[in-house]
């Protein structure tokens, strides 16, 4: 049985993942908070959590004000993002910084089952962000000879994956890597088209994936 603790502010929306998850054998929930200071107010030596099912936007403690103390003190608690769209920013900070996996609130309650499974089983689960052969990254790796796409990218191109993971502006990015803005505009662009990518959330997380950047957990 899988132990599960639920964070967001809304009851209604935690009632209804609670009605979801609670529908499985596979998945228990042993408690529910509306903040993180409540969340980490009923965690206990007893009562452990494995993974934390997280919103990030809530009042006061958020998500990722939440993670950030929750893993100094629980660092063997997994954690799920749980947010709208519109919030990729700390969505990729939370997962580079720590967090196995993110949905979004608008996807089909069946992927909140699917995730928390596979972040017991496999450790990540980063859902419709990226493409379904990326998961199998981890599994297969011992196999490879080299990381997953990462022989088909530049060196240039590898620098700027890992700049695009922090909190840098594009214009910031072009003078850390000494080129104009226009540069990694097109550096961007070129990694789209040929990774088949779509976005800078995107992007880093494939470079997670590709061991480009580190990923906890």
């Known amino acids: 049985m899988i ?24 998945i228990q929930i042993v408690m ?10 009923k ?3 007893t009562c452990i959590p494995e993974i934390v099912l997280l919103d990030i936007s809530m009042p006061v403690m958020n998500g990722q004000q939440t993670m950030e103390k929750l ?28 967090a196995c996996g993110y949905i979004n609130k608008s996807s089909d309650p069946s992927v909140i089952q699917k995730a928390i499974v596979s972040v017991h089983k496999y ?13 199998q990254f981890r599994e297969h790796s011992n196999k490879k000879t080299g990381f997953y796409g990462k022989s ?9 994956i890992q700049l695009a993971s922090t909190d840098l502006s594009y214009k910031e990015i072009a ?3 000494g080129v104009s803005f226009k540069t990694v505009e097109n550096y961007r662009d070129s990694l789209f088209q040929k990774l088949d990518l779509n976005s800078r959330p995107v992007l880093v997380l494939y470079g ?3 061991g480009m950047i580190a990923f906890y957990h």
Do not use: Q, W
């Open 3 to 26: 132990k599960i603790a639920l964070v967001d502010d809304h009851p209604v929306t935690r009632r209804g993942i609670a009605m979801l998850i609670e529908s499985t054998d596979e």
């Open 32 to 41: 529910e908070a509306s903040n993180g200071a409540e969340l980490l107010k």
């Open 43 to 45: 965690i206990s030596g």
């Open 71 to 98: 893993l100094l003190s629980y660092p063997d608690i997994k954690i799920i993002v749980f947010s709208f769209y519109g919030e990729e920013d700390m969505i990729i900070n939370m997962i580079v910084n720590g």
């Open 123 to 135: 450790g990540f689960y980063l859902g419709d962000l990226v493409k379904k052969e990326y998961f």
């Open 152 to 160: 088909i990218l530049t060196k240039k191109e590898v620098e700027f």
């Open 175 to 177: 003078e850390k890597m």
């Open 208 to 210: 997670v994936l590709n």
